[in-house]
């Protein structure tokens, strides 16, 4: 294969990334609009899983939603966007934006498996149709699911902080070279470390679980402005004419 053909190839990853992150883009403020609508309170969640049961037969998709099926979706949407950074960076600092992008397949792979969004769906219209033995038992399933998915618990610790921390390491990395500009690498790093701050709030310090709100607010535009920037630089790296 010539190297032409290989950059082209490269030049297409680029683009790929770029609508992956259009639509990651979407899911985000998909999520700050739900948040926002619902209070975005985390002590007002369900407590029980025969609560959460309660809700999903209200309202199922805010049930999927209060145990990140959202972010899961977007979780899957995001890895041709990581792909493309370690694609953009690997001339840069390859070791370091290999190791970003394992970091951050890793954290996708635990985010996904321990997801519960689905089979505590699948639990509450059974309990709808139970006899009340039978809800004991799947009360019991359902707080079993919980203690490993539930959205601040430690089951879920590292479903959240290591895709942030592979985010992180990138935005290190772009100030290492000029595929990126500093201001997206520094936009990156604060982002990012303010939402590392929020996920160990939330996971080890769950009495000031509102005061980490405080963290994750700006910590969340940043890092939209952040995957802003990400995407308008895929598209000029995807472009024939972009030296890259």
Do not use: C
């Not at 805010?62 to 959202?70: E, R, S």
């Amino acid at each position: 294969m010539s190297d032409n053909e290989h950059e082209r190839q490269w030049k297409r990853m680029y683009t790929l990334g770029g609508i992956a992150a259009i639509l990651s883009l979407i899911a985000v403020v998909a999520d700050i609009f739900i948040g926002s609508s619902t209070g975005g309170n985390l002590s007002e969640l369900p407590q029980t899983a025969v609560e959460r049961f309660a809700q999903f037969q209200q309202n199922a998709w805010l049930g999927l939603y209060n145990l990140d099926f959202l972010n899961t979706v977007n979780q899957l949407i995001s890895i041709p966007v990581y792909f493309a950074l370690y694609a953009a960076l690997r001339k840069t600092n390859k070791p370091y934006a290999l190791l970003a992008l394992i970091i951050f397949l890793l954290g996708t792979a635990i985010f996904v498996s321990n997801n519960t969004a689905l089979p505590m769906l699948e639990l509450s219209r059974k309990y709808a149709l139970a006899d009340e033995t039978q809800k004991s038992l799947l009360a019991a399933a359902g707080e079993a699911m919980l203690v490993r998915g539930e959205h601040g618990s430690l089951g879920v610790f590292f479903s959240f902080l290591l895709p942030t921390l592979s985010a992180l390491i990138f935005s290190f990395v772009m100030l290492q070279g000029n595929v990126f500009s500093k201001a997206n690498a520094y936009i990156g790093i604060l982002g990012n470390a303010l939402m590392l701050v929020y996920v160990l709030l939330v996971t080890i310090a769950p009495t000031v679980k509102n005061m980490a709100m405080t963290f994750a607010m700006p910590g969340g535009l940043l890092l939209l402005a952040w995957m802003v920037m990400i995407t308008i630089r895929f598209f000029r790296l995807g472009t024939p004419w972009d030296g890259g």
